[in-house]
């Protein structure tokens, strides 16, 4: 953590976490603190962002159900498990879809490719559907075993975001 305020937003989201859990949250948020990435609260819940890029990379916080969830952004990934590839499934085939806006040259607010930086998925009918990959999507039933494809998740993300979005002189 960068400051005492931070350190305290942490633990005490922390506290009203179960010891599994806790340790779990713990080692990520370690892992995001030390790639560069500072806790800052946003409504309820606490946005890890970067200061040589400005973006959010992950998202912590609990649900309408007081369930804790972990949020994170990985459209850049190329590479991931079925189980990540159904969160983006769920996303994209879900109703809160809606289409890239940077896929028709409506938004510029990322830089690169849209596909570099979009999640994408294949319809049945075989239609790519991409949404913005600015959003952290939720990785339902967190737990020890997701830890490490999701530090290379942060970290494949984290070097895209680097070489794209950091400020000339980082």
């Known amino acids: 953590m960068r400051t ?3 350190t305290q937003l942490i ?3 922390l506290a009203n976490l179960d010891l599994e859990q806790g340790e779990v949250y713990q080692d990520l948020v370690l892992h995001l603190s030390l790639l560069g990435y500072d806790p800052k609260k946003q409504r309820a819940n606490i946005v ?3 200061p040589w890029h400005g973006k959010q990379i ?3 916080g609990f649900d309408k159900e007081e369930k804790p969830f972990f949020g994170l952004r990985f459209s850049a990934c190329q590479e991931y498990s079925s189980r990540f590839e159904k969160i ?3 996303w994209v085939t879900g109703p809160r879809y809606r289409a890239a806006p940077c896929t028709q040259n409506a938004c510029g607010f990322c830089r690169g490719e849209p596909s570099q930086h979009t999640y994408s998925h294949t319809m049945p009918d075989g239609e790519v559907r991409r949404h913005c990959g600015t959003v952290p999507l939720v990785i339902p039933g967190l737990c020890r075993a997701d830890v ?3 530090k290379r998740l942060i ?7 680097m070489e794209y979005e950091a400020e000339a002189e980082k």
């Open 88 to 90: 983006v499934q769920d």
């Open 48 to 50: 890890f962002t970067c």
């Open 11 to 13: 633990q005490a989201f």
């Open 148 to 150: 490490p494809e999701v």
């Open 4 to 6: 005492e305020r931070q």
């Open 155 to 161: 970290e494949e993300e984290h070097r895209f975001l």
């Open 58 to 60: 992950a998202k912590i």
